[in-house]
């Protein structure tokens, strides 16, 4: 749904080093982690909470059989007649108690945000994680290699770019329903968004990479190790990877967010998690429906839950991005 | 520069070629026109001649040659829906949709470097903090979610704001404008508050992190030591340096806050070309979208365009590679 | 006219008693060309600007409009309509039969979305002036009742404009423009985002309330529609969220009219498929006792309680009570899990098995909870069901395209009348005979496709409530399709908005009485 900035110029440039890959890459990982990271970690009380509540949230998500008190994606555990109870008071046709409530179809909401979550965490990753290999491999390529290997992949970038993400969800959707049978059908949905959450979102990553790939390949430790006759491959793997890496990863973090609430807008148009196991974002957007009408425990749960999970990851985001960058110290 | 530009355009044709290519391919998935167009009492007879008539038969290389032919004369056909020339529909729609983009870009525009400048000077003070996690609000909620909760707060509890629509305009020529009513200006607020607000958040946090990388530069520092006054430093040379970043990205979020304004359009019953295609996928209005899509790429193709251009012109380094691109 | 001050001298321009609506649908109409449209939409809409030889008063019994009288032609030869005089078109032309002899050519012409109006009509014969005689092929008892939306066009308007035939593809000067009879015109019109109704003086008849000018917003976001009739800038929505019904209720200064739409919504079966789209052996639902099981795993009275809000009404049949045709004495199944699992087993279905159950999820009034409902029930008796929701878009070409198992359907009788979904979702689909053209699942009866023509051509009415009993008995026993529910229907008022709300869902506007 969104285009970040092209980072090429608010992400950082590395300290430029000439000592080879394999003592680079483990003594400089390990110096920021020993050093930056967790310095600036221990004194960042937000970026402290934030991780806090994402862990929790990760972890309730994870655990979600052990702490949901029902399981609301198990048909046989539901009643419909316990719909639409209010927290905390007892239904009015089955005498069950909900302390978050219930939404539409007798589902306790405090159960269904716990494995919602799970869905959206999952679709999120996925996406993201779908994104950036896609992306970083083809920014690597693009700007390492340069010529009509760049020309083509940019181009298509740009193509990419003006398919609103709606469409491309339907036409994956489309095709998915066309070749994939009935009984994978139920997973088929997640797969589906995230594909279709995933494609609409590597752009951003290939972009900065390339970017990046572009100022780091003329830098001297490139020209020395291309001297020294190591293939492009290992250039692009062990050299210029380890210093793009910190853009990325600070893309990634927001993506995440971004996923997740991308998830939900495919929900709100139609083309969303299926109905019988909502994802958080299915449960916003199911959830808004009942905003007129009093029962706002359906959508204030899930969307604080929503809140919660996006904030943090985004203000952990943000933290990651001033500490990786040098030049704030 | 002049064949670097050659080449962008040549290639940027291409790219707009493979766009009409990828959307012709995806229409049918996203359904069939006919069971919009006919009512339930057709029958195969009718559905047969119909999809005849509109060309639905051939192969979906066909229907974009025929599209393409068509298009390079200026006729974007007729859309299903409205039995009207598509160019005509668009032409009505495009000043709703121009105006809110411009409006939100405007308020993402101004409000996001006022903010963005104060929480870089004051780094450390708990206001900065503040808006900083605050700010992050707005894009922690999906934008129909927002969309709804202004409307509901402002539009249904307190009744200052209109709920939808564009509320009276005015006729300027073929251009309708909202701009000239009190209806029209109280009906842009909360559209493009929720349109604008990413754009803002976003802006906002660029502009903090480029100033904050100036202002340890060390002519902004040669500045202070220099005894010059903190305005002075901050608005005159930290400022203006950190506007080439800015433009470009606001450049590309135009791009975005136009081609996804389809959510607030939809939320809002804005009636700008964002709605049009909405309503034209669920409609399965092959034209329009069409037509849709192939405007929003022309926009795309030329924002990247002259971002490309304007990143050679800026960035020396990256002039270079510009030959090879 | 479109700045403040223009509005405010035109109100008050406007007669003592004069009132604006503001009201806001989902759909707007596609077209305003009464024969190139045969949707709801655009009916609700037009049937205020154009009118027909007959027309539906507020119980929904035929009337004269156009034509003050009508009768059969002999022994079932044909109708013959006696026209009114004095009649005029907007334009100021004089209404006669050459109009109404053009308004049929061009509402059966094969470029016409109502042709199917007119299948069994031989000719149409001008005898005089005010004399129209339709002949028909068989004797056709509810022809009155099958032309309510059939609407006359002024033949030399339409010449002039060259608007001879309806264009769906590409539209013509009647798409956009209209000249009707009836007691508004369309002033404005944009397509998609407004349309503006004034009254017309010249209006021959007399029962209409005081709105003298309507304008029409479609608002396809529901929440948009409910918040807009809160803050006070529109005075009707259709239709409200169920669940918003209580709210609006109790809200200060708006009202809700809630009655029952024509329409029944229901599950449909792949009768005549080999497998089912999940694999495994055969097609279970050829087995009758597999289909009455779904029924009676299905609590109709909680998805009517808790997710219709208790606004819809049990349905038995594929019609409601009410309408014409409607067979007493049929019981819907009762809700039985422990007989649903009793059933499967004595199939030879101890353990269930895996099935798609396709939905719309923009189509019907809370299609997706509905349909989410019916699935945890459904698995509840131990079957496996897989359920896909979709746009409207893609939902009828799967369908169409026999690419369904169990599907949900809702069906507007046209005609109002029993035999209108007999026609479409019980006759064995036979592309030749224009017979079931809407049965996807290809159920087919031998006696069921015996009695339809019949029932058709029968003129005397016990005899013909006869036939349709046994045809509605038994698709009953073989549970053809599992009736769920009358749809609902919910309108949004100002407060002191008087209205008429028909089971078809039509806006009269010449029914709406405003507030002083």
Not at chain 3, 124 to 140: A, C, I, M, S
Request: glycine share 8%.
């Amino acid at each position: 749904m969104s285009d970040l900035p092209d980072a090429t110029r608010q992400g950082p440039k590395p300290t430029e080093r000439l000592e080879t890959a394999e003592v680079v890459r483990p003594s400089r990982w390990r110096a920021i982690w020993d050093a930056d990271l967790a310095w600036s970690f221990r004194h960042s009380p937000v970026a402290m909470v934030a991780a806090f509540v994402t862990l929790a949230l990760v972890l309730a998500a994870i655990f979600a059989p052990l702490v949901a008190t029902t399981n609301p994606f198990d048909p046989s555990s539901l009643n419909l007649m316990n719909g639409f109870s209010a927290p905390g008071v007892p239904n009015a046709f089955t005498g069950e108690t909900f302390w978050l409530g219930t939404d539409d179809q007798g589902r306790d909401v405090y159960s269904t945000i716990l494995y919602g979550l799970r869905i959206s965490l999952f679709v999120g990753f996925m996406a993201v994680l779908f994104a950036l290999v896609l992306g970083v491999t083809l920014g690597l390529l693009a700007g390492y290699l340069g010529g009509w290997t760049e020309t083509v992949i940019m181009r298509v970038a740009d193509v990419q770019l003006t398919f609103p993400s709606i469409l491309v969800a339907l036409l994956i959707f489309g095709i998915a329903r066309g070749i994939i049978p009935i009984e994978y059908r139920d997973q088929m949905a997640i797969w589906v968004l995230i594909l279709a959450i995933g494609l609409s979102d590597w752009v951003q990553f290939a972009r900065v990479v390339r970017g990046a790939t572009l100022v780091e390949k003329n830098k001297e430790y490139v020209q020395a190790a291309r001297l020294i006759g190591r293939s492009s491959g290992a250039i692009m793997l062990r050299h210029i990877l380890p210093n793009v890496l910190s853009p990325v990863l600070v893309i990634a973090t927001i993506s995440l967010a971004l996923a997740i609430i991308a998830e939900a807008t495919l929900s709100f148009l139609g083309v969303g998690a299926p109905p019988t196991q909502p994802s958080l974002g299915t449960l916003i957007r199911i959830g808004q429906d009942f905003l007129f009408s009093g029962e706002w425990w359906i959508l204030f749960f899930p969307a604080c839950t929503l809140l919660a999970l996006a904030l943090s990851v985004n203000l952990l985001g943000d933290w990651l991005r001033d500490a990786l960058n040098p030049r704030l110290k | 520069m002049l064949a670097f530009i050659i080449r962008r355009v040549f290639q940027s044709v291409i790219v707009l070629l493979a766009v009409g290519l990828v959307a012709f391919s995806m229409f049918r998935f996203v359904g069939d026109p006919i069971e919009n167009l006919l009512g339930q009492e057709r029958t195969v007879q009718d559905v047969e001649r119909l999809r005849e008539t509109l060309g639905l038969n051939d192969p979906f290389p066909v229907q974009y040659a025929r599209f393409l032919g068509r298009a390079v004369q200026g006729d974007f056909g007729i859309s299903y829906r409205q039995s009207r020339p598509v160019a005509q529909i668009i032409a009505e729609r495009a000043p709703a949709t121009l105006e809110l983009a411009f409006v939100s870009g405007f308020l993402a525009l101004t409000v996001g470097i006022g903010l963005g400048v104060f929480t870089a000077i004051r780094r450390d003070g708990w206001a900065a903090n503040v808006i900083m996690s605050a700010s992050l609000i707005g894009v922690s909620l999906p934008t129909f979610l927002i969309g709804i909760l202004l409307i509901y707060v402002f539009g249904v509890q307190l009744r200052w704001l209109p709920t939808f629509g564009r509320g009276e305009v005015v006729q300027l020529g073929w251009w309708s404008t909202g701009f000239l009513t009190q209806s029209g200006l109280k009906s842009l607020i909360l559209p493009a508050i929720t349109l604008g607000l990413f754009q803002m958040t976003l802006i906002m946090r660029l502009v903090r992190s480029e100033m904050l990388e100036v202002l340890r530069q060390d002519y902004i520092r040669f500045a202070r030591a220099r005894g010059l006054a903190a305005k002075s430093v901050n608005f005159r040379h930290a400022l203006k340096n950190t506007m080439v970043p800015v433009i470009t990205v606001t450049g590309l979020q135009l791009g975005a806050i136009i081609a996804f304004a389809i959510i607030t359009e939809t939320v809002f019953q804005w009636p700008g070309v964002g709605l049009l295609f909405i309503n034209a996928v669920q409609f399965v209005d092959i034209p329009v979208m069409a037509a849709y899509l192939m405007l929003i790429s022309v926009m795309f193709v030329m924002i990247n365009l002259l971002v490309d251009i304007l990143y050679v012109w800026v960035d020396p380094r990256l002039r270079i590679d510009g030959r090879h691109a | 006219m479109k700045t403040v001050i223009a509005a405010v001298l035109l109100a008050a321009a406007l007669p003592a008693g004069a009132a604006e609506l503001r009201f806001a649908t989902t759909a707007d109409p596609n077209t305003l060309d009464p024969h190139a449209g045969n949707s709801s939409p655009v009916f609700s809409m037009l049937g205020n600007v154009y009118e027909g030889l007959v027309r539906r008063g507020r119980d929904m019994s035929i009337e004269p409009a156009l034509a003050t009288a009508w009768e059969p032609i002999g022994d079932g030869e044909g109708w013959r309509f006696t026209l009114r005089e004095g009649v005029t078109f907007h334009g100021g032309e004089a209404f006669t039969a050459e109009d109404v002899l053009f308004s049929y050519e061009r509402a059966s012409a094969p470029e016409a979305d109502t042709a199917s109006w007119f299948a069994g009509v031989d000719r149409v014969k001008v005898v005089d002036p005010l004399t129209v005689e339709f002949h028909t092929e068989r004797p056709n008892p509810i022809f009155p009742d099958s032309i309510a939306n059939w609407m006359m066009m002024d033949a030399g308007w339409a010449a002039e404009n060259g608007a001879e035939r309806p264009d769906i593809e590409r539209g013509n000067f009647a798409t956009l423009n209209t000249n009707g009879t009836g007691p508004y015109r369309v002033t404005e019109r944009q397509p998609g985002l407004r349309t503006v109704l004034d009254s017309f003086d010249g209006w021959w008849g007399d029962d209409r309330g005081n709105v003298t000018r309507a304008v029409h917003t479609p608002v396809q976001n529901a929440a948009t529609a409910v918040a807009a009739l809160l803050s006070g800038e529109l005075d009707l929505i259709d239709p409200v969220p169920l669940q918003d019904i209580d709210r609006l209720r109790a809200a200060e200064g708006v009202d809700v009219i809630q009655g029952i739409e024509a329409r029944i919504i229901m599950l449909g079966f792949p009768h005549d498929a080999e497998g089912l789209l999940a694999g495994g052996e055969g097609n279970p639902f050829t087995d009758p006792r597999v289909r009455a099981a779904v029924a009676h795993a299905i609590d109709v009275p909680a998805i009517v309680q808790t997710v219709m809000r208790g606004a819809a009404e049990p349905a038995t049949q594929l019609i409601g009570a009410g309408l014409r045709g409607y067979s007493e004495g049929v019981t819907a199944p009762a809700y039985d899990p422990d007989r649903a699992r009793a059933l499967l087993a004595e199939a030879g279905h101890p353990d269930g098995f895996a099935f798609s159950l396709r939905c719309p999820n923009d189509r019907y009034l809370n299609d997706e909870a509905v349909c989410t409902a019916i699935s945890t029930m459904l698995s509840q008796v131990g079957l496996q069901p897989v359920l896909e929701t979709m746009p409207v878009a893609n939902y009828w070409p799967a369908l169409r395209a026999d690419d369904h198992d169990m599907y949900l359907l809702g069906w507007s009788p046209g005609t109002f009348d029993a035999e209108h979904p007999l026609r479409f979702l019980a006759a064995t689909p036979d592309e030749a005979q224009k017979l079931g053209s809407w049965n996807f699942g290809g159920y087919s009866d031998a006696r069921v496709d015996e009695l339809l023509p019949l029932i058709q051509s029968e003129i005397d009415e016990p005899a013909r409530q006869a036939m349709i009993d046994e045809v509605v008995r038994i698709m009953a026993e073989d549970t053809a399709y599992v009736p769920l529910y009358v749809e609902p229907l919910v309108w949004g008022l100002r407060d002191g908005v008087e209205v008429v709300q028909r089971p078809d869902n039509f806006l009269n506007l010449r029914w709406i009485r405003m507030p002083g």
